[in-house]
């Protein structure tokens, strides 16, 4: 009877001890956790921000791109973009 006694007092040491174990693990699962989704939070900004800037860049590609155009038709038809050099004649590209 006392080893019976002493048996299941020493089962319900291991499961207490494992219960513990287990909290523990529990803990440093959910700081990680954490810390996870802390840094994906914070990259879900950036690339927020990175793709805002990235449409304001390519807007100012088409508009550079456009007026570097109306430029150019503007020297190709005032007749400044060709050039006498030396008796040889060339266009501006």
Known sequence: MISNRE???????????????????????????????????????RLTFCTAQNNVLRAHEIELTDRLKSLNDLINHSGL????????GYTVP
């Open 7 to 45: 048996s299941a007092r020493r089962s319900r040491m291991k499961k207490q001890n494992l219960v513990q174990e287990l909290t523990k693990e529990v803990s440093k699962l959910q700081a990680a956790n954490r810390t996870i989704v802390a840094k994906i939070e914070e990259t879900t900004e």
């Open 81 to 88: 973009g060709e050039r006498n050099v030396g008796g040889v």
